[in-house]
């Protein structure tokens, strides 16, 4: 199925390269829109990525504000059943662990969820399919999972990272927030001797806590990363297997469906794990 | 696997959907969930509450059923009770008709009979007289034994 992808006699290893290839688009240096030369451009957008998530974004959006539109205390359609127990699932998951009240946590969480959900998703679908199709109608590259672009799962980490940093301060105040910062692990001595070391000890502190709270947006977006690039990459190599690729494609995507569900989950219950530590007080 | 653009993107894209679920898809389904409860709850404590007047209801109409049986074996009774007075009302009633019509049957009987024995008296007193009469033509003066006659008369 690899071999014969219509462009050409090809080796393994262009094969696994051409799919982990995003469709980019960027300026040159002389001002021109140009698509796929902007290796290393830090103002280049994987077009690809963003029009899955984006449209993803939308199924998600649309799906749920139907349901939300027509929703009444009465007898629920099958749907609007399925979709509750989401939302149910969500706001449970959302009370369990967060205490306090915001109108903003539960929203998050249940667009998070059902995003990642839906970008891992497109995992699932055979490799080739989307981009043998986009080949066809000329469009080199096309890698439809978002969730294996590191750009995405940033992009969507940086935005709980603010969020976390918002609460702190707006729970606990600027002093609050620096307070963190610093009088953490190790509680600076206020008197006496004591008092020369302090500013090591503030130093020492600021640095754990710094790196501790950039690990939060970090692995957040690397666990789901690695997870979905991986599957990913499984799927591309057992799509040039030839015939095996059958049996062995079908056991690992229903093993990849437990992925799927538990990383949009995690991310989710971590979003929420964050937001409740940065609101409450030790 | 560079960082670029994209990551900016994919913020603005992800704050544009949590705002959008915020305002328009969390807010209505939450409402209907917790209406539904509660209607839900209404709906278990009425439904308890309609067993408890089942049962209730259940006690009552067995208890108007009792009665109605007991009224209508009172009923009953006193309407045999009844109905064998009337029976032997018109029993009475027949029997006492009944001798009443045979009294009055007598006594017009008595009557007929007293009238025919008085006509027969007289006839038999005429008839003693007309042959006491021609017997005793000459001797016997009518006048004179008219009181003999008379008696005679009565006796018979």
């Known amino acids: ?282 | 696997m560079d960082i670029n653009m994209t990551l900016i993107g994919q913020t603005i894209a992800m704050i544009v959907f949590v705002w959008f679920c915020m305002k328009f898809i969390w807010p209505p389904i939450l409402k209907a969930l917790e209406e539904r409860q509660q209607q839900i709850e209404e709906g278990l404590a009425a439904a308890d509450k309609s067993q408890e007047k089942l049962v209730e209801a259940q006690a009552q109409a067995d208890e108007i059923v009792s009665e109605a049986r007991q009224q209508a074996t009172g009923i009953l009774d006193q309407a045999h009770a009844r109905a064998n007075e009337i029976v032997a009302e018109g029993k009475s009633a027949g029997v006492k008709e009944r001798e009443r019509q045979l009294l009055a049957a007598k006594a017009e009987i008595e009557q007929e009979a007293n009238k025919a024995r008085e006509e027969l008296r007289g006839q038999v007193s005429a008839i003693a007289i007309a042959s006491a009469e021609k017997i005793l033509m000459r001797e016997i003066d009518g006048r004179a034994h008219d009181d003999i006659l008379g008696k005679l008369a009565q006796e018979l």
Request: contains cysteine; aromatic residues 12%.
């Open chain 1, 1 to 282: 199925m690899a071999a014969e992808g219509g462009h050409g006699p090809q080796t393994s290893g262009d094969y696994i390269s051409h799919h982990l290839q995003n469709l980019q688009v960027c300026k040159d240096e002389t001002g021109e829109w140009v698509w796929n030369v902007c290796a290393g451009n830090p103002m280049a957008i994987n077009v690809d990525s963003m029009f899955w998530s984006v449209l993803l974004g939308l199924v998600f959006c649309f799906m749920f504000w139907r349901v939300a539109k027509r929703s009444s205390a009465g007898r629920p359609t099958k749907f609007q059943a399925a979709v509750e127990i989401i939302v149910e699932f969500v706001d449970s998951s959302v009370k369990d662990t967060f205490h306090g009240k915001s109108n903003l946590i539960a929203p998050l969480g249940l667009t998070i969820f059902v995003w990642v959900f839906l970008m891992n998703l497109m995992d699932l679908v055979p490799v080739d399919w989307i981009p043998m199709a986009s080949a066809a109608i000329g469009i080199p590259y096309m890698k439809v999972v978002p969730s294996t672009d590191v750009n995405i799962t940033f992009g969507m980490s940086i935005a709980v990272f603010f969020l976390i940093i918002f609460y702190t301060i707006k729970n606990k105040g600027v002093t609050g927030f620096i307070g963190e910062l610093t009088l953490h692990p190790i509680a600076p001595p206020t008197r006496g001797l004591g008092l020369i070391a302090a500013p090591f000890i503030i130093a020492f502190n600021l640095i754990l806590e710094s790196v501790a709270l950039l690990a939060k947006p970090v692995s957040l977006s690397l666990r789901l990363f690695g997870n979905m690039f991986a599957g990913e990459l499984i799927f591309i190599l057992i799509a040039l297997l030839g015939l095996w690729q059958l049996p062995l494609h079908f056991g690992w995507a229903v093993f990849h469906v437990l992925i799927v569900t538990l990383q949009a989950f995690i991310f989710m219950m971590l979003t929420i794990v964050y937001l409740s530590l940065a609101s409450e007080s030790h």
